[in-house]
């Protein structure tokens, strides 16, 4: 194979390829240069392609092309083409320059185990959804009781606030970027804030939150006029901005005999005393007095916190300035929280490094609004990448990322 169809990346062989017949078809030649960039890698298999079907069924030729660990983004995504008339019968894989290092970690990609994170599994998983090892988090039977989320432990936090907080002794929801934080916390060590309690924001205004189970709010003194979405209460003003979109239910305004619940959802906020639901009410008369439950169905972190932040924010807890600073956040850069350390149900020591695999995964993405097409490929189960051989079912897709 010519020098040139080794130049994705100069310090790399970026591609390799096999070749049962170890010929190449006639009337063929590369492009010179494939950097690294997402065009480079468009190129790359592009040309690949073109190689392939040029060889045809009957000398197949298939191909190994590796990027290296980053993200490469087209607006319309990528493609593995099919060109011939006849299926292909040898592969073009496209894999990271990493792949024997994730093979080495601990399947499935991410979680790094297949059970529970309980004292008698050999192999315990932990729920790692951004790859990095830093948000992670346990399930031991999570279920909802009376729209309350339990049984979750978070193993690591390493996020942002999506909008400002402002001091208050009273408890609040703190949007974040990575959903949910658990008033159930793994234990941590090294500096920082205590086991328990979540890093907030840098500087002065730093702070240690204790994470807090939303649960439910009652109160007993709803009002709604018939057939309104409008709830009001006399005195006991239970309503705050981020409870928009929280499930609710009313007593009395489920039907027009005004004796069934009516479950809904708050739709908007216009006081601690009033809000619109999504649902009106279906009773005919006026009710003064309804129980009113706004359902705890959590997402982001609810603490009291005595000092305002301005988002984004730093949210932390076990996780290390170096762990920090591969994943990007520099909303906490250089802010150390714990030491990253993990004790699993079954005794095993490790650390949330050990569960940072997108350091060695490529990302390929599109950035179109809308990618709608067909895709027809085949899944490389250690990494996101695509495989494609033979024939496969098409179908279509609309989604922003690959």
Known sequence: MPESCRRFLPQTSALQYTSPRGQRPSGFTFGTNYYQTAAGL????????????CAGPSRPVGFILQPPPGTYALTNGFVIPQTSSAPAKAPIIVRSTYDSTLAAMGDPVCAGGIQDNISESINPGLNNPDCTGTNMYFAAGPYQSSGAIEGITTVSVNTTGLAN????????????TNDYVSPTLAPTSGSGCATGTISIDTGANQECVTPLSLGNSVV?????????????T?????????????????????????????NTGIASYQSSGQVTLTTASKCTSTDSSATVTIQGNQTGLYAVFTRSHTAPFCVLYNVTAAEVALTGN???????????????ANGTNTNVSAYNYLQYMYQIQGTGSDLTGQ??????????TWRKSGSCPCRGTNQSKS
């Open 330 to 344: 520099t909303a906490c850069s250089g802010i150390t929280d714990g030491s990253g350390a993990i004790t699993l």
């Open 220 to 232: 007993t003194d709803g009002g709604m006029a018939a057939t309104s979405d409008i709830l009001t």
């Open 42 to 53: 468009s190129q790359a298999i592009t040309d690949l392609e073109s190689y392939r079907s």
């Open 375 to 384: 895709v027809c490929t085949r899944w490389n189960e250690r990494e996101s």
């Open 234 to 262: 006399t005195s006991s003003d239970p309503f705050q901005p981020w409870m928009v979109g929280l499930n609710i239910s009313v007593s009395g305004a489920g039907n027009a005999a005004c004796t069934s619940v009516l």
């Open 165 to 176: 907080i402002t001091a208050s002794a009273s408890p609040q929801l703190a949007w974040l």
